[in-house]
């Protein structure tokens, strides 16, 4: 079985879909289907449901990937560790909500395979940062990706999918989304972002009734706000940090449920910058370590 196959496992499983395994891999979607069906023949089982419009991957595709996670990014730093050290600055953005998320793995990892590289942190909204890049202001950045795919000038490597959910105030009781909307003000996130635009998408098509709207370009303020029992909103899960201070409900939309792809983006020539891959191996490696929490919670 070649490396190859597992390193396109952990990209079905980062991007949730092998079209997006097909463009972090720089291959054709017929390719990964092949590696997956090649990988499902050596262990004799099924790695993915099948039923449905997309393959969903089983819990024996997690079990496997994080199996073999280790052993690749071993194998990876023996690798590293017979080249040229990686040295230099990188000027990485990272937008607020996903700061608590990685920034203290990837300084971790970092200062442990790489302790002469340098990294220089920017905040900042997804279009700010994306700009950013673009302008050659700041090296890479992680950002929400348009629903578009986003420029074509610049490198997009899919590391997290974040499903979008309701809040709703603690002491609500309505279990059904629309009869939420019914009860309460719905607040807005900005619509000028990714995720407040697919939320307003959502909502424009699934529920038939507002009562009224606010908005703001806020999370914490608008889990603030609902905690309160002032509205409902469709957002990002909230930071566990966030909900101790102000505790929401947290409801599920189901398979309607709007999904941000959270995407590392660079330039283009930056394709062979050692510095620049380091941190998108810190960042894979951070957020792995995430997705293997979140599945070890849910189970």
Sequence with gaps: MKIETFHTLEAVLQTGT??????????????????MKQLELYLGRPLFDRSGLQARP???????????????????????????????????????SLQPVVLPGIVRFVRE?????????IRGRSSSLTAAVKAGEID???????????????????MLRRELVLIAPPTSTEANVASLFRLYDWIRYDRNT??????????GTHVP???????FDSAPAIVAMVSGGLGVSVVQTPDPMVLQGYPVRIVRLGRAAPVLTMALVTRKADDDNRSVA???????????????????TAH
């Excluded at 950045?141 to 899919?158: D, E």
């Excluded at 990714?194 to 909502?203: D, E, N």
């Design 140 to 158: 890479a950045a992680l950002v929400a990706q348009p629903p578009t795919g986003g420029s074509a000038r610049l490198r997009w490597t899919p």
């Design 58 to 96: 089983s819990a024996l595709a997690h079990e496997v990937s994080a199996t073999m996670r280790q052993a690749l990014q071993n194998l990876e730093a023996l690798r590293a560790g017979s080249s040229i050290a990686v040295e230099g600055v990188v000027r990485l953005g990272v937008i607020e």
């Design 194 to 203: 990714v995720s407040g635009a697919m939320a307003a998408q959502y909502v």
């Design 18 to 35: 092998f079209a997006g395994a097909a463009r972090q891999a720089n291959v054709t979607p017929s390719a990964v289907s092949m590696q």
């Design 278 to 296: 380091a941190v998108r191996d810190a960042m894979r490696h951070t957020l792995a370590g995430v997705q293997r929490h979140a599945v070890a």
């Design 113 to 121: 395979r790489h302790p002469r590289l340098e990294l220089r942190l």
């Design 209 to 215: 009734e507002i009562r009224g709207t606010l908005e």
